[in-house]
């Protein structure tokens, strides 16, 4: 077995010590002295490199921890307040800008029609949305909600920056997100549906600017130089330039730096005759990346780039040896590899593996290869020569065009995994694969060979899918009510459908520690279902764990009615929700006792809060909007997170119902003893992930137990789906399932 190059090690070492410095683990300066003790004591053994490179990237990871604390992205302020900005990228859509008197760049969002040239100094009304990542890396979004006058001298890289914005609009007219995400990798104005096609197709690594584009840039630069003559290490040499100038352009995100690094790498190699395997350059490329910027160790872009250059190199040097290399043998392992390579991320990420994208790719990348120069000589001539920039960008057109016929065909394609259910238990099958078909191939593996090896892995998996005790898939169909109640950690979201396929969302799921619910479960979800409109959506109360991510939900699917209590809330989720729900233009309507709508035989009524509520603003919670879903003989009590108070407060006017979505994740304070008895559901639903609180309860699930209630938590189940009829129902969840009878009876207060 071949031991990883030298400069694979290092970049893990260097990795290693990033993630032990960012975290900032009390006493942190412990772990670099003892790894340079550990070093002197291994002198003999490659360690003896590592191991300080391990101490100095934790050096380096803790420095950047403290640096990142002190940006602005850290230290600005909640809530709205006048800012004096300076603009990075041109002030329309989403772009960078920098803040007087604190370090660091953010993203902002400008208000619709806002056109702000690059490099000027402007001051704005606007509202900051933290929302940090992993290791809370501090991030977020700056919401600018008025403008005022523009100043200042842009400078030349500025210029250039508003040209290209300008040219694009001018040149490409509705496709202009779509060029802007392919040259400069802004895709905040993309059509949501259109971006989901890439996604849902494979292809989605078209649309941000990876280590494809920046070598497409060098190749193309390469590819004129030479034809002019221009001897070939100079050539490389501008090229490699070329390519890091342009990953400077676009910030350094962290797969165009990866890619710049290991070009003006191999430009240097050759220059100096060496003759270095990938497996070095990709860990030196690597490791150029986490010095240049630490907190790439947790960005999954970069991940993302170097699992798929790793995968590629892999898949293609066995098959030039147990192959061939003809090219369409090269371009289908290469594809291969990348997709199976990068698929545990994906699946741990957005829950989602497209296959369809290894075939799509041979197609896509070959287009792109031609899109993209097309595009950016139509922007840079644009200023010089309108005519020929006119007709590049036809080209260009008919290019995209293209690409977006191939994007919304593959959608189409069955995909494996649930979109936006992304967890370990998602990634483990598809690590396993990974890790099968590097086993599989390596150690000079032939083709037989390999195929005995995965004949015997997938015998083995087989018989382990067999004994594997789970729940079936819940199938969505017209003419029956569905309930979705999705995992999105320690929160509350569902999604209901109607029999005629009309969707409304009762709640959000949290905003957190890294994760939004609805940017990572609920749209994806949403997407998955081809929902173009939310009917409704009902937010039971105020608090981040319900409304964390309903900003989210309503940037990307429009939505006919929000419904909540109107309970003012000091919560910058809550605000940002109310902020966008203004911007939209979505009617607003407060909640209380007897609101009752119908959609397609469906029965929607708030049983709480009543008008006039003695105990309002005592505990939010206890002034959840709690709904009733009725439907032939089903009915279904969605709790939100009130407890004994409200539950005291209802009794007398409710009746026997099916299923209960339990409030407050079951904690010991909700579902009391009378209360169950007197609704005496055949079914309940646990919304509830990994948290401090002890949620489930052991004595709620111990009454729940008493009445002879079938429970669902969705933390051990995951998304759990509830199907009817009307006159039977079953629950699915991603272990176990179960049909009822439906025998609700009408309740007293109706």
Sequence with gaps: MRRP??????????????????????????????????????????????????????????????????????????????????????????????????????????????????????????????????????????????????????????????????ATDTLYGSRAPLVDAFITGRRGELDPALRQAFSAAGLIHLLSISGFHIGLLAGWVLLLLRLLRVPRHPAEALAALAAVGYAAFLGMPPPATRAAGLIALVAFCRWRQRNVSPDALLGASALVVLLVDPWSVVSV???????????????????????????????????????????????????????????????????????????????????????????CATSGSLLLAALEAIARTGAR????????????????????????????????????????RSVWALTVAAWGLLLWPGGSAATIRDGELTLLFADVGQGDAALIRTPGGHWIEVDAGPLGEGFDAGKRVLVPLLHRYHVARLDAFVLSHAHRDHVGGAGSVLSEIPVGVAIEPGELFDESSYQDWLAELSAKRTRWQPASTGLEWQIDGVTFRVRHPPVVWPHRG??????????????????????????????????????????????????????GEAFLAQLHPEAAVISVGRNRYGHPAPETLARLQSVAVRTWRTDREGTTTVVTDGQRFTVVGGRTAATFEASATHSPGR
């Design 5 to 166: 190059a030298g400069s694979a090690l290092l970049a893990i070492a260097c990795g290693a010590g990033l993630v032990t410095g960012l975290s900032r683990f009390p006493d942190w300066w412990i772990v670099p002295v003892a790894a340079m003790v550990a070093a002197w004591l291994l002198r003999q053994e490659w360690w003896a490199v590592a191991l300080p490179v391990f101490a100095l990237g934790g050096v380096w990871g803790n420095q950047s921890a403290v640096m990142a604390s002190q940006s602005c992205a850290a230290t600005l302020p909640l809530g709205n307040r006048q800012l004096l900005i300076h603009t990075v990228e041109p002030g329309s859509g989403t772009g960078r800008v920098r803040l007087t008197g604190c370090p660091g760049v953010l993203t902002a969002q400008w208000p619709r029609f806002a056109d702000i040239p690059a490099g000027v100094s402007v001051t704005v009304s606007a509202r900051w949305r933290p929302q940090p990542g992993l290791l809370d890396h501090p991030g977020g979004l700056l919401t600018i909600t008025r403008v005022g006058t523009p100043h200042g001298a842009p400078g030349p890289i500025d210029r250039l920056r508003t040209a290209i914005a300008r």
């Design 413 to 452: 394609a069955p995909a494996f995994g649930e979109a936006g259910a992304g967890s370990t238990a998602a990634a483990i099958p598809w690590l396993a694969i990974a890790l099968l078909a590097w086993w599989a191939t390596h150690d000079r593996s032939t083709v037989a060979e390999a195929s005995r």
């Design 618 to 671: 005592e505990d939010l919670n206890e002034d959840s909007i709690v709904l009733e879903v009725r439907y032939g003989n089903f009915a279904a009590l969605l709790m939100g997170d009130a407890g004994f108070v409200t539950e005291a407060a209802l009794a007398p006017t409710l009746g026997h119902v099916d299923l209960l979505k339990v409030g407050h994740h079951g904690s010991r304070g909700a579902s």
């Design 301 to 391: 872009g970069g991940w993302l780039s170097v699992c798929a250059v790793g995968g590629m190199v892999l898949a293609t040097r066995w098959s030039d040896r147990a192959i061939g290399t003809r090219p369409l043998v090269r371009s289908l392992s290469g594809s291969i590899g990348a997709t199976l390579g990068t698929a545990p991320i994906a699946a741990l990420v957005f829950g989602r593996v497209a296959l369809v994208g290894i075939l799509l790719n041979l197609v896509a990348i070959p287009l792109t290869a031609l899109a993209v120069p097309t595009l950016l000589a139509s922007l840079l001539v644009f200023p010089v020569a309108p005519v020929l920039a006119s007709s």
